[in-house]
DNA sequence: CGGTATCCGACCTGATACTG
DNA sequence: CAGTATCAGGTCGGATACCG
């Protein structure tokens, strides 16, 4: 049954649903720097299991922020690609990385810096 | 134990961390109205539950987002108001907002403007 | 009035095994 | 290589009752 659909009263609301998922900003990250594969993104987050990232992949292109683009052969080939749309909301999303960063940085000091050094973009 | 300290790789992980909870940005949002009392925030949101506000709230303020002030006497009364560190993630995420309403159009058409009307604020 | 304690169910995530 | 199925564990939200 589940009728539960209330809707939401605000529009932070529905962004935070698409983004919600545990791994979801982890996953679109990647995805910045290029199409993917489906095991480079494995590689690239070993802690994350196939099924989880399969299921959170399916969610972002329910919302239509990733493309799924599928290689009709054997083997299977699929890549993931930020659309054109999900760009909207990474742009957005940016400035609210750069805050997070600065509240890393007053919750844990230093500590929260060294992660930070490894990638070139900030989402 | 759990010593599932696995720290945040981005930004947006640490600033997700802090508004993930399912009523975090209603609460919020009401709080950018002015400062509440307890009752008042219940009120205005009568499907959550004094538990549920309570922790949410001790998570906001335990983040820097909220500030609690707590007038000694009985009975009680206490008070929750954005501070200023909060102002700022607040002011960054309006934006966020403005995308996710965006968004509803595109994903649930008009039904999504009734809400959207009843508030002047964006957030 | 504001908050804590306890219990419970739903959901989300993860481990493992298997399929085309 | 990519994905599905199944099952188990943890976390979160919600209902209820009680305390200062």
Redesign the interface.
Known sequence: MKENT???????????E???GKWK??IV?HLTTGRKRTYELRKLMP?LTQKVLTQQLRELEK??IITRIIYNQIPPKVEYEISD?GW??IN??D???????E??D???GD??LV??AE?DV??
Chains 1, 2 share one sequence.
């Open positions: 209330n809707k939401y009263t605000i529009g932070i609301e529905a962004t935070l698409i983004i919600r900003g982890i990250y802690n919302d239509g749309y909207g909301l957005i999303l400035s609210v990385c750069l805050w997070g960063e509240h890393l007053k919750v844990y500590k929260a992660l930070k990638s900030n989402f």
